[in-house]
């Protein structure tokens, strides 16, 4: 059988071979010590890190800002205005109210003329305060025929004069009929124009409806 010749290994190539030993332990020895990062720690994972000052120290952190007071201030704030607002409405509806007051208090009773058309309107006045039936038309159309408009005008003649108590004023009223029909608010008198015409005017209510459906003699 023929000898088979291994070639010696030299000097070289015995110390190439253990640099490659070494460096493929080596490679594997690091592959095993250094973790993957899912086996870090998660404290150390992050690290915060503080500011540091030109000197090298630490720097101190910055005094945070006290917003309590202002939190609670703003609410009395609020209040404030509130209050402040409340007392002006209630200062300007007490002076509308005053002003109101003093207009009414003002304001001056109406005036009419003293004549026959003062006279008529200033009875229809308190009549229609009244609830006395009767118109301008009405009244006018009477006191010409009773009178002619002369609230001193006196009946001598007819049956009441006879009996003493002479018909008198605008609409002719005898003093019974008068005092009895007389309407609160206008002169006591008998002969006074606006006395006389409500006074009548009550009488014909009470007896024909109205002094509207007076036509003649009442």
Avoid at 11 to 19: L, N, Q
Avoid at 39 to 53: D, E, G, L, T
Wanted: hydrophobic letters at 40%; zero cysteines.
């Amino acid at each position: 059988m023929p000898r088979i010749s291994i070639p010696r290994s030299t000097r070289t190539h015995k110390i190439a071979a253990a640099v490659l030993v070494t460096v493929g332990a080596s490679t594997a020895l690091a592959a095993t010590a250094e973790p993957s990062s899912a086996q870090i720690p998660a404290a150390h994972a992050a690290v915060s890190v503080k500011p540091v000052s030109a000197n090298g120290l630490p720097a101190k952190d910055a005094p945070k800002k006290d917003t309590t007071k202002k939190a609670a201030a703003k609410p009395a704030k609020k209040n404030d205005k509130d209050e402040k607002a409340a007392k002006s409405k209630a200062a300007a509806k007490k002076s509308a109210a005053k002003k109101g007051a003093v207009k009414h208090k003002a304001a001056a009773p109406k005036r009419y003329t003293n004549n026959l058309d003062g006279w008529i309107r200033e009875s229809l006045a308190i009549m229609k305060a009244k609830h006395i039936p009767g118109t301008y038309e009405g009244l006018h159309r009477n006191i010409m025929r009773e009178s002619s408009g002369n609230p001193n005008a006196v009946n001598n003649w007819d049956i009441n004069a006879q009996n003493g108590v002479p018909s008198k004023g605008l609409l002719q009223v005898i003093q019974p009929t008068f005092d009895i029909y007389h309407v609160s608010g206008t002169a006591d008198k008998l002969t006074d124009p606006v006395a006389n015409l409500t006074a009548a005017a009550n009488y014909a209510a009470h007896r024909y409806g109205s002094i509207d459906n007076v036509n003649s003699a009442y």
